[in-house]
């Protein structure tokens, strides 16, 4: 009902604008459906992009990064190249600058690019501090402690030279023993071999790392020997008295001897030989263990040159190099030490910035793989809604279409069966109208029905009009043909019917006279109150049709009375 009342207050163009209006209306909430589904779905991928997908590339920058730093950093401490060191640098500032766009992603991410930066400073720092303590301790094998307890090693190894006198005093002894057999059992063969060790002795003197002064005295006192030995081989071989064996060349030996033993330190060169493989034992595994060994081969020299009979110059300075060189290999044992701390801590920082990488990958896969699928998801569920929105905005539009078009074409039918009924014959069906409706078929339905109470109000005068006048001219043939009172009272009852109607009937057009004015009179007022809005024009026609129905009632009523004069 109230539907019918809203549809009344609208003309057929605005009904009409108003249906495709409404249907368009839907498409475009359906349109907009879609368009905020697709603006749903594209801004919850880009969600996914600039989060998530941001955060992985920024946490597999910083691991791509931290691996770069790492190689350099391998290879810095295995070549001591300082390039590796700044490939390094460069690397950390690459992963510092991933840190800080991971920052900038989400709130949630700060806490962890801050924890990732200070770990890469950590890191940074003990890198740094490591490469410091390499140039300390030298970056090749001439610098830092690495070339000074070198230096020191290469000095003790040409002093120890100096006193490798192990293959002379053998080559002496052999030369004394061949001396005894001369004089034991005067042979000539043993003079060629003594002069044979001689010679040999003169050779190993030349090879020996002797200073050249003790060389000097060696070569002077062996050719002494030589020969004051030659005189005493010919008082041998002449089988003269040799006095036991004894002369000049025996002094000259012992003189050799005293030289050798002055310049004689016990297996010293293998103990440096030793304490160079420890060393190196060491700077290449570093394990202390070798460190203990080369502190024991110290030891095992200190007490191999303490006692022996080389002068007190040489024996102070050959301990002052000694002494040197412990100290510079200790400190170079601390170093490795140091590196060794900074390295574990620089791993421990890596470690942990790994660690941080792969938690929140592993969690930004996760969360990308859920969201995903809520994605996916939430468009399938949409997608279904905006297929159901789509056929509910069609099945809505037909039915507003047909609604519309039956809101119209029913009385416009109704309306043409009535004016056929018009046309041929009298009716007493009215079309349904509603005083005040905009509607057009509304205001075409009110004039029909007009139309139709004036045909049956001029039929039922003319119906009223022609009993009246044949009431009355029955009457007057009654009153004149015959005085029979029974026939006389029928045609005055009749008579009187016949005014009696036409006095209901003209009651009725009064009462529909005051109908009228009441409209003319309510439609005025609504004039003053409506001013210049829509629903003048309306009351103005329903003015005009109301005046021109009492017109035509006024002039019905007007012929009627004419026309009773002369009946009368």
């Given at each position: 009902m109230n539907m019918s009342k809203l549809t009344r207050s609208f003309r057929i163009g605005e009904k009409i604008g108003f249906g495709f209006g409404l249907v368009g209306l839907i498409f475009l909430i359906v349109i907009w459906q879609y368009h905020d589904t697709l603006r749903q779905s594209l801004g919850d991928y880009q969600q996914l992009q600039n989060i998530f997908v941001a955060k992985k590339i920024d946490m597999l920058s910083i691991e791509s990064s931290m691996r770069g730093a790492r190689q350099a950093e391998k290879e810095f401490l295995l070549y001591r190249d300082e390039a590796f060191?700044?490939?390094?640098?460069?690397?950390?500032?690459?992963?510092?600058?991933?840190?800080?766009?991971?920052?900038?992603?989400?709130?949630?991410?700060?806490?962890?690019?801050?924890?990732?930066?200070?770990?890469?400073?950590?890191?940074?720092?003990?890198?740094?501090?490591?490469?410091?303590?390499?140039?300390?301790?030298?970056?090749?094998?001439?610098?830092g402690l690495q070339g000074t307890f070198r230096n020191a090693a290469h000095e003790l190894e040409t002093m120890a030279g100096h006193f490798k006198v192990d293959r002379l005093y053998?080559?002496?002894?052999?030369?004394?023993?061949?001396?005894?057999?001369?004089?034991?059992?005067?042979?000539?063969?043993?003079?060629?071999?003594?002069?044979?060790?001689?010679?040999?002795?003169?050779?190993?003197?030349?090879?020996?790392?002797?200073?050249?002064?003790?060389?000097?005295?060696?070569?002077?006192?062996?050719?002494?020997?030589?020969?004051?030995?030659?005189?005493?081989?010919?008082?041998?071989?002449?089988?003269?008295?040799?006095?036991?064996?004894?002369?000049p060349f025996r002094q000259a030996a012992h003189r050799i001897e005293a030289i050798l033993n002055s310049h004689h330190v016990p297996e010293l060169a293998n103990n440096i030989l030793q304490l160079r493989r420890r060393e190196k034992d060491y700077l290449l595994r570093h394990d202390k263990k070798y460190v203990d060994m080369a502190l024991q081969e110290l030891d095992r020299i200190h007490t191999r040159v303490e006692p022996s009979a080389i002068s007190t110059e040489q024996k102070t300075h050959f301990l002052t190099l000694l002494k040197n060189y412990r100290r510079d290999f200790t400190a170079l044992v601390e170093q490795n030490g140091h590196i060794d701390r900074m390295t574990g801590e620089m791993q421990r920082a890596v470690s942990e910035i790994t660690l941080l990488v792969k938690e929140n990958v592993a969690t930004a896969n996760q969360v990308m793989?859920?969201?995903?699928?809520?994605?996916?998801?939430?468009?399938?569920?949409?997608?279904?809604?905006?297929?159901?929105?789509?056929?509910?905005?069609?099945?809505?539009?037909?039915?507003?279409?047909?609604?519309?078009?039956?809101?119209?074409?029913?009385?416009?039918?109704?309306?043409?069966?009535?004016?056929?009924?018009?046309?041929?014959?009298?009716?007493?069906?009215?079309?349904?109208?509603?005083?005040?409706?905009?509607?057009?078929?509304?205001?075409?339905?009110?004039?029909?029905?007009?139309?139709?109470?004036?045909?049956?109000?001029?039929?039922?005068?003319w119906k009223s009009s022609m009993r009246e006048a044949d009431a009355c001219e029955n009457l007057e043939t009654v009153l004149k043909q015959t005085p029979d009172k029974p026939e006389r009272d029928e045609a005055e009852r009749e008579f009187r019917n016949a005014l009696a109607a036409r006095h209901e009937l003209l009651f009725q057009q009064y009462h529909k006279l005051h109908v009228l004015n009441g409209a003319v009179i309510k439609q005025a007022e609504a004039l003053q109150k409506e001013g210049h809005s829509g629903g003048i024009q309306i009351s103005i026609n329903t003015i005009r049709y109301s005046s021109h129905s009492m017109q035509n009632i006024l002039e019905m009523v007007a012929f009627q009375e004419n026309q009773k004069r002369p009946a009368v």
């Open positions: 060191a700044g490939e390094v640098d460069r690397q950390l500032q690459q992963a510092l600058l991933a840190a800080a766009d991971l920052g900038r992603v989400d709130p949630e991410s700060i806490h962890i690019a801050d924890r990732i930066t200070e770990l890469l400073n950590i890191y940074q720092q003990k890198f740094q501090a490591t490469v410091l303590d390499w140039r300390k301790m030298g970056l090749d094998h001439n610098s053998l080559q002496l002894l052999q030369i004394r023993r061949s001396e005894k057999d001369l004089g034991l059992r005067r042979e000539e063969q043993y003079l060629a071999q003594v002069l044979d060790l001689i010679q040999e002795f003169e050779r190993k003197t030349a090879e020996a790392q002797f200073e050249e002064g003790v060389k000097t005295r060696l070569f002077h006192e062996i050719g002494t020997y030589r020969e004051t030995f030659k005189a005493y081989a010919r008082t041998v071989l002449s089988d003269e008295d040799i006095h036991g064996g004894k002369g793989t859920r969201m995903e699928k809520e994605i996916n998801l939430s468009s399938d569920q949409k997608e279904r809604f905006l297929l159901w929105s789509v056929a509910v905005a069609t099945l809505l539009g037909i039915i507003f279409a047909i609604s519309i078009t039956l809101r119209i074409v029913r009385p416009l039918r109704s309306m043409a069966g009535m004016l056929d009924q018009l046309a041929y014959e009298e009716t007493t069906e009215r079309l349904p109208f509603y005083p005040g409706a905009r509607d057009e078929v509304n205001a075409m339905a009110g004039s029909v029905n007009t139309m139709a109470d004036n045909k049956s109000r001029f039929i039922a005068w």
